[in-house]
């Protein structure tokens, strides 16, 4: 069966290789519209979650048809003279036949179903019901009926840091993404206040990351003064776990900040220092949860590599910009890092917010696809060699001595369409 499936998989890919764009773009139009005329059966299968993500569903399916001006694969990117009447061109490619994995969030099923079709690739996911509506709105157009399948030449989980280490170890198949999400915001000593306090609440609570909109209840003005804020989705892959700041801001931005944060229920993991710097203002006493926990704790050198995944926020001071990046070498996961004033805040590292459109994850990997992967990130190269030289070309005739050609390598840096 396994071995049916992938043939099957194969062919599909193989043959949606000819279709021009424009099948493409009325495969994700089918794909819309039936997602529009089955909403009610897909609330139902998954009430809460769908309730969520409903409208970024819809829109995400033609943002990538929008972020893109024809098909992305099939397009010449390096063109090199090797002599003359031969020639080399480097060719976008599409992967080829993707597996999905993911614990939650549904809407990552027509984001990649997307995706896979503007830019060549198959999708996984037949326990879900948009899989189903998926692939019979793909029926009706020339896309093959088996383009969403489960058998696959990329694997890119959407899942807990414990599934994605075991995927990442176990797997045999190349795998894109990350498993780590640890991400800090270094204060620096010559940091703006106002910046300092929006940057960092913003990197730990600013929101949800690849368009999503988890929205908790408003808990008033922070104490930096910028307004109502509400608290959102913690959980998020670029939502900062570590707090990194400059021991010259102890007795004047620390305390503020401090302040904001715990009026967020945001728990603090002090180092010994900026737990000091905090000993004598009222938030040493008065900082605790309706829970009665206190929100100002020592923290543990663990803490430092904890991805917490709540309102926690580990505390570290350092005496140098050099010693923030000696720290944060040693315990990121290099996701998403920000720096007061330099830098934005965390929340920004999102392919939606960068205007990419919808996003397959972020990698960290040293690979082709790095930072938020869109459909660029799911494109590859070939290469291919043409000669118009009469009785053609072979590689015995390059080389030195005597009778022997040499190659010219000149660069013909020109961008067409095959």
């Not at 019979?136 to 414990?162: C, E, F, G, K, V």
């Not at 795998?175 to 609440?201: R, S, T």
């Not at 570290?316 to 805040?345: F, M, W």
């Not at 040293?366 to 590689?395: D, F, M, N, Q, W």
Request: net charge negative; charged share 20%.
């Amino acid at each position: 069966m396994a071995e049916l499936i992938a043939r099957t998989a194969k062919e599909a890919f193989d043959a949606s290789q000819l279709l021009p764009a424009s099948e493409r773009h009325n495969a994700l139009l089918a794909i819309k519209a039936a997602l529009k005329q089955h909403k009610a059966e897909v609330q139902e299968a998954n009430r809460l979650d769908v309730e969520t993500f409903k409208d970024s569903m819809l829109h995400g399916v033609l943002d990538v048809d929008r972020c893109s001006s024809g098909r992305p694969d099939g397009q010449s990117r390096l063109r090199q003279k090797l002599d003359d009447g031969l020639e080399l061109k480097r060719i976008t490619y599409p992967i080829g036949v993707l597996l999905v994995i993911f614990e939650a969030r549904p809407e990552v099923i027509v984001n990649f179903a997307a995706l896979a079709i503007k830019s060549g690739q198959e999708s996984s996911n037949k326990k879900k019901i948009m899989s189903n509506i998926i692939q019979q709105a793909i029926a009706t157009t020339s896309i093959p009926a088996t383009y969403i399948q489960s058998i696959h030449d990329l694997l890119i989980p959407r899942a807990s840091n414990a599934l994605v280490k075991n995927i990442q170890k176990t797997s045999k198949i190349a795998v894109m993404g990350h498993a780590d999400d640890l991400c800090a915001v270094y204060v620096d000593e010559f940091a703006d206040e106002a910046k300092a306090v929006k940057v960092v609440l913003d990197s730990k609570v600013g929101g949800p990351s690849c368009g999503a909109s988890r929205t908790g209840d408003c808990l008033g003005t922070d104490a930096g003064g910028i307004g109502p804020t509400q608290l959102t989705y913690t959980a998020a892959c670029n939502s900062a776990e570590t707090l990194i700041i400059h021991s010259s801001l102890h007795s004047t931005v620390w305390p503020k900040l401090a302040a904001a944060l715990l009026a967020r229920s945001i728990v603090l993991r002090c180092d010994p220092r900026s737990l000091e710097a905090l000993s004598s203002s009222s938030l040493a006493t008065n900082a605790t949860l309706p829970s009665g926990e206190a929100q100002l704790v020592p923290s543990t050198e663990q803490d430092y590599s904890t991805e917490f995944l709540e309102l926690i926020l580990a505390v570290k001071t350092v005496d140098s910009l050099s010693e923030a990046i000696t720290h944060i070498n040693r315990h990121s996961s290099h996701h998403t890092e920000a720096i007061v004033t330099e830098s934005s805040p965390n929340s920004f590292a999102d392919g939606f917010r960068y205007g990419f459109g919808t996003e397959v994850g972020v990698a960290t990997g040293k690979t082709h696809a790095r930072g938020p992967v869109g459909l660029e990130g799911l494109i590859i190269y070939k290469y291919v060699i043409r000669s118009s030289v009469v009785g053609g070309s072979g590689t015995a005739e390059y080389g030195t001595g005597p009778r022997l050609e040499s190659y010219s390598h000149v660069n013909s840096d020109t961008s067409t369409t095959l």
